[in-house]
C-alpha cells in the first residue's frame, strides 16, 4: 500500500492551496482518508476526514469552513482544498487511510486507528 500526498508549498497568508493524496494497492473506496498535520514542536492534529463513499466528513473546528476535503474514487486519490491560509496552518501535512474509521460531523476515530501514513507534505504559509 501507497499513500502519496502532493501540492504543498509557500503561499501567503489569505491565499489558497490544494493537497492530493493519490493511494495505490488498496481497495480505495472500503477506507476512510484523513489528513493530518504537524507543526514544528507541535503534535500532529487530524484537519479533515472523508469516508470512503465520500458521504461523511468531519472538521476540526480550526479548519472549518476554510478547508474542504472531498475524493474521487475513479482516481484513487483525496484532495485537500485549503482557503484562507493562516501562518499557523504552516505544518508538514499527511494523508492517512484507515477502513474501521467512525466519521460523523462531531467527531471522527483518533490517528492510531488509521493503518497507513503518505510520506507528508510541506505547506508554508508566510508573507
Known amino acids: 500500500v501507497q499513500l502519496q500526498a502532493s501540492g504543498g508549498g509557500l503561499v501567503q497568508p489569505g491565499g489558497s492551496l490544494r493537497l492530493s493524496c493519490s493511494a495505490s494497492?488498496?481497495?480505495?473506496?472500503?477506507?476512510?482518508i484523513g489528513w493530518f498535520r504537524q507543526a514544528p514542536g507541535k503534535e500532529r492534529e487530524g484537519v479533515a476526514c472523508i469516508s470512503g463513499s465520500g458521504f461523511s466528513t468531519y472538521y476540526p473546528d480550526s479548519v472549518r469552513g476554510r478547508f474542504t476535503i472531498s475524493r474521487d474514487n475513479t482516481e484513487d486519490t483525496v484532495y485537500l482544498q485549503m482557503n484562507g491560509l493562516k501562518p499557523e496552518d504552516t505544518a508538514v501535512y499527511y494523508c492517512?487511510?484507515?477502513?474501521?474509521?467512525?466519521?460523523?460531523?462531531?467527531?471522527?476515530?483518533?490517528?492510531?486507528?488509521?493503518?497507513?501514513w503518505g510520506q507528508g507534505t510541506e505547506v508554508t504559509v508566510s508573507s
Open positions: 494497492g488498496l481497495a480505495f473506496d472500503d477506507y476512510a
Open positions: 492517512a487511510a484507515g477502513n474501521d474509521i467512525s466519521i460523523s460531523p462531531y467527531g471522527s476515530s483518533p490517528e492510531h486507528e488509521y493503518h497507513y
